[in-house]
């Protein structure tokens, strides 16, 4: 069989609103992901991730990313690693709930809104009345159809609810605390495949395995449609969207993007108020890390040598001898940022760049 080309892929996604991936060249593969918003970059292109941001899945549709080579190295090791573990999740979720986990070698796309793309881990097929008696029980109305089934291999519990009862019902979680990116993906999938339910499954610490049912929520679907198509009518246009500075990434961004200084200097006397906003914290910071410092000696002078100081709610403090041996730090560079007086030499060459601006104008 001919190995499927880029521009073949592409008319067949098209036409079709899918394309089989099944023996798909990876280079292939990954210039499909750039025709659109693929499933697990919805939550960051909403701008409800805190992982990424809008601005960094612009960059990348727009061939504008510079990923660093560990970060790379990472990503690559953790998604080979989930490939490992999809069968093993897939087979103990059907073996304990007696579902058919059936592979789905597709990528989709949404038939109206074609930016709007998903692969799917699995689905849920061939379901019988039983079980779908048993999932109207789990999603509070009746359910009909193949079912999305999204794989997750991660290392901590954090983020997950816990399981009902794992005893009666094994890894069941119907708490629906599932981690926002992850709960959004799922989202992108059903509003992509059409498909009304699915189960987020995830093995955690390469032991436990936990199932969470995920009913369609049309009300999501059509926000994530509309923020979306914002987002990539601006990624056509070459247009990159502003930075959400209260992200948590949004200083790492700022540094990525800005790495050194070209030796202006520029006015910012309408952005006073976030100087004091900053100056502010800080003082508040401080004057809590002082108050903990010193109740900290309080125990510390009470303790004198002592390895254990016990407490009346079970806690203690313990202290202990830690050796660390020497080590030599490799020459770096950064970029310091730091609030000071401007001199009267910046003064001057930010009044003489005013008073040119003014003279070109």
């Known amino acids: 069989m001919p190995t499927l080309s880029f521009a073949d892929a592409r008319q067949e996604l098209i036409e079709n609103h899918r394309v089989s991936t099944l023996g798909m060249p990876e280079d292939v593969w990954l210039q499909l992901r750039g025709l659109g918003i693929g499933a697990s970059e919805a939550a960051a292109a909403v701008g409800a991730s805190e992982y990424r941001t809008p601005f960094e899945i612009a960059e990348r549709k727009l061939g504008l990313a510079s990923d660093d080579a560990d970060a790379n190295y990472r990503r690559k090791m953790k998604m080979a690693m989930g490939h490992v573990m999809e069968p093993v999740t897939a087979s103990r979720f059907a073996e304990f709930t007696g579902l058919n986990v059936q592979n789905f070698n597709y990528m989709l ?139 948590p990434k949004a200083i790492d961004l700022l540094k990525r993007l800005y790495p050194g200084t070209d030796g202006r200097v520029v006015e910012m006397s309408d952005l006073e108020h976030w100087k004091k906003v900053e100056e502010d914290a800080k003082a508040e910071i401080k004057a809590l890390e002082t108050t903990a410092k010193t109740a900290r000696a309080h125990i510390l002078n009470a303790m004198g040598n002592a390895a254990v100081a016990a407490f009346s709610d079970g806690s203690c403090y313990r202290r202990k001898v830690v050796k660390r041996a020497g080590y030599e730090v490799a020459p770096t560079s950064y970029v310091d940022c730091r609030v000071a007086k401007i001199s009267k030499a910046e003064r001057e060459q930010l009044e003489a760049d005013t008073e040119n601006q003014g003279e070109a104008a």
């Open 109 to 247: 796309a949404h038939p109206e809104h074609p930016f709007m793309m998903a692969n799917l881990d699995r689905r849920i097929v061939g379901v019988n009345e039983a079980q779908y008696a048993w999932m109207e029980l789990l999603f509070g109305k009746t359910v009909k159809g193949p079912g999305v089934a999204e794989l997750k291999n991660v290392e901590f519990s954090q983020g997950w609810g816990k399981p009902d009862n794992v005893h009666s019902t094994g890894g069941l979680c119907t708490s629906g605390e599932v981690p926002e990116d992850y709960f959004i993906q799922v989202q992108q999938q059903l509003a992509v495949s059409g498909y009304e339910w699915g189960f987020l499954v995830v093995t955690i610490a390469g032991w436990e395995t936990r199932w969470y049912p995920i009913l369609r929520d049309e009300e999501l679907i059509d926000d994530l449609i509309a923020l979306e198509s914002d987002l990539w009518d601006g990624i056509c246009r070459g247009e990159m969207p502003e930075i959400d500075v209260e992200h």
